[in-house]
Structure formats: structure tokens, C-alpha cells
């Protein structure tokens, strides 16, 4: 994929992206754990690809307080999110996933959320 001419983040963050769901494909017993970060919030969605579904996902909007021990507000919020999502996932009986970082590095909330994720009980 070409780089593109302007220099946003999120316009650096395409050919990422691209190259990592060119390797990740998610089905029904496997999906895909897709990961999308904004400023204030962030999601995580299970995806079937082979049948274009999402299975199950969750919003950071759905945590209404966190207790914050040494980490950063963002980052505790991103952890009660992988937890959230497990516990969905655990209720429409999936334990393993393929993990899409979405073309963010693995560090902060993406860590943060997939570690609230592994705790609950999803393999990756």
C-alpha cells in the first residue's frame, strides 16, 4: 500500500492497518478481536469474516466508574472494556480469538484492553 501524502496519524495508521488484516482473518469459532481507539473512548468487537458478522462487542461508554489503581483513567477504562467483552464472549460460548490491533501499537489501552480480555478468559 502506498503512503499517503498527508502526515495525520490516523492517515499513517492506514497501511498498518492494512498489512495487519491482510495476515488476521477471524471465523465463527476463531473471530477476530478488532481494536479501535479514540480520543476519549475505545471498542472492541469480535468479528466473524468469513459471514461479514460481528459477534459481540463492547464500548467504553457501557463503564460507568473505574477504580484507578496506578494507571491512568483511559487506561483502566480500556481494561474494564476487555473484561466486558469476555464476559460476552464466555455467554455465546467463545474462548479463543485472533487478536487485530487495528494498526495501533501494542502499548497502553490496546495492551491494556487485551489484558482485561486474557484475564476473563479469552486465548490468544
Not at 475505545?42 to 484507578?68: F, G, M, P, W
Amino acid at each position: 500500500m502506498k503512503r499517503p501524502r498527508q502526515t495525520t496519524k490516523n492517515h499513517l495508521r492506514a497501511p498498518r492497518h492494512a498489512r495487519v488484516r491482510a495476515r488476521v482473518t477471524g471465523t465463527a469459532q476463531v473471530p477476530r478481536l478488532s481494536v479501535w481507539r479514540g480520543l476519549k473512548s475505545i471498542r472492541l468487537q469480535l468479528i466473524d469474516d468469513v459471514n461479514h458478522k460481528t459477534l459481540c462487542d463492547a464500548h467504553s461508554r457501557e463503564i460507568k466508574k473505574v477504580a484507578v489503581k496506578d494507571k491512568t483513567v483511559k487506561v483502566a477504562k480500556a481494561y474494564e472494556v476487555g473484561k466486558l467483552l469476555a464476559e460476552k464472549a464466555k455467554a455465546k460460548k467463545i474462548t479463543s480469538v485472533v487478536f487485530d490491533r487495528g494498526g495501533y501499537k501494542y502499548h497502553g489501552r490496546v495492551a491494556a484492553a487485551a489484558e482485561g480480555a486474557r484475564e476473563n478468559g479469552l486465548k490468544f
